[in-house]
């Protein structure tokens, strides 16, 4: 699908959230989550193949994760989409007051606007989104790297991470036994040069001294 992930969240506090990826994101979530400024902003964070758009606005964040693929207007539509069900389905109070999670019952409505906005989307919302992009000059697409702090890790997810340390051991595995069968190829080939020189030596040997030796003694 080309929507893969998509949430609603107050600050870094997620409130409602739907995934349709098989990669766990959550930590590449969170860290954009908490680099978003307060103030009302849209922007486009690229990790991979995957883009990270979001729109924050009256202190809620709606943010959506996509394949590169469906470009801009798309997810920003989806998002527009998604900003106005949610505060047509809560209030303000209710909003502000729930915990982490605390509205993820409308994890399924998000789900399934994810699958109509990834299947087919509105044309007139489509083009709705492609104006407002053009108007708006502060939507601005940025490496996720670029929104890492020095001393931060520049690897965003555990299994980016892991998948980067498996094939590292992988290969450090593969290496040592590439040297391995090197290294008794080389033995071997040892063992069989000096024993062609031996073999080599004695038949010089012995065409001057007779296969007994007898003719070099004395």
Excluded at 21 to 46: C, E, H, M
Excluded at 90 to 100: G, K, L, N, S
Excluded at 130 to 151: F, T
């Amino acid at each position: 699908m080309s929507l893969i992930h998509a949430l609603v969240a107050r600050g870094s506090i997620i409130l409602a959230e739907n995934s349709e990826g098989r990669r766990d994101f959550s930590q590449a979530v969170q860290t954009i989550l908490s680099k978003i400024p307060p103030n009302n902003s849209k922007l486009t964070y690229v990790w991979e193949q995957y883009l990270f758009h979001y729109v924050s606005e009256g202190g809620l964040t709606y943010l959506v994760m996509a394949d590169d693929s469906v470009g801009r207007r798309m997810p920003f539509a989806f998002l527009a989409e998604l900003q106005r069900k949610f505060t047509t389905a809560y209030t303000p109070e209710v909003i502000f007051d729930v915990p982490a999670y605390g509205l993820n019952e409308f994890s399924e409505e998000i789900g399934k606007l994810m699958h109509q906005y990834s299947t087919s989307p509105p044309p007139d919302v489509l083009s709705q989104a492609q104006a407002d992009l053009q108007s708006v000059k502060n939507i601005m697409v940025q490496n996720v790297e670029q929104i890492l702090s020095r001393g931060e890790r520049i690897e965003l997810l555990v299994d980016k991470t892991d998948n980067m340390a498996g094939q590292a051991y992988a290969f450090r595995r593969g290496a040592r036994n590439v040297r391995r069968q090197q290294f008794w190829k080389n033995q071997k080939i040892l063992i069989l040069s000096g024993f062609v020189l031996i073999v080599v030596v004695y038949l010089i040997t012995a065409s001057f001294c007779g296969a007994g030796f007898n003719h070099c003694r004395g």
